[in-house]
């Protein structure tokens, strides 16, 4: 940036300056004629044949795996376009034969509704394709995203953070146009189980549906969540987001002796910011090395619960260490032996909230 030197006020100071009549210039994504328009919209069906995912990388993985920087590539300059098919979609060994996984047909049925207040809705589907994510950075403004690296790294993240018993990778192609040449362009999408039912914090804000749960039911449920946690845990992967919205109270299809409807179960979702501990370079983790979980009570043994407040008790609420009394209780003695034996010395809290009341 040019500047126009003006003479000092005193003698023996430096100039000063005043900047120039040109304003700064920053970077703004340029026009994309080439950008074609998003195709994802309800009635959109293409068809789709599985496809085996490269191992994960990027954030918090320390190893790249496959993926190469073009020092050619300039994204300050370049079109979105430009910039996805700069980067070919990393490829593996596909392991998964045509004959025992056909192809078939992915169809939008419905739209997302956008903005605020508009509570959760069920997805079974990512696609992760870079040419419709944002091109600029979302962590600083006027700066251009490797929206290419960001799509790479996403979906086997994804993958590797969930069973793929509910989830499996897939691939379709669209047709793209790229210095007035036609091709074809390879698009990656995860599929995933389609789990009906309520979130516990959906119940919670029902009164009606809340009333069906008895205190004992609701602290039962609670533990199959905290034990989910910790196996998850023990087979690699962290979810780091447990909250009363991400577990869906799944309805079982038949009901017990006597007409009885047995509980829900529930069902651990959103493993956007999870983790997969198993492939850092360090191996294991000393928790995985045991051959049971580590117990919940010790996982959990100070966590308050508060997303999941008018689910447990309210009593909990004043005293942290009514809460470990049922940790104890419900984990110690026989049930310890379904997981890895404490390991650190768990004293029980003397805190306890005290609630005053005025008078006038």
Known sequence: MSSTPISPAVPGMDPRFAPSSQPPKFWSPPPGPEKPACPYQVDFAVKIKRHTPPPPFGDPYRDPGAWRERSDLHLHSATQTEAVLAYLPLERENILSASSCPPTTLTILKAL????????????????????YPFEAPEVTHVPDNVAWRAGCARPITLACVPQKYFGSWTFTLPISHMRRKQQWSIRLVLMDNIWGRSIQSVCCDPAALSCYSEPDRLDILAVVLDSVVRHRHAGVDQRDLASRDAILRPHSSALAGNKQPLPQPVIIDYITAVCIRPFRDGKRPFQLKELPENNMQFFWNTSFADFQGWTLSKWDASANLRQQWFKERLGGNAASQYAPVTAKLEFADYQRLSTTCTS
């Open 113 to 132: 509704a956008m903005a605020n207040g508009r509570g959760a809705q069920l997805v079974v589907c990512s696609i992760f394709d870079p040419i419709y």
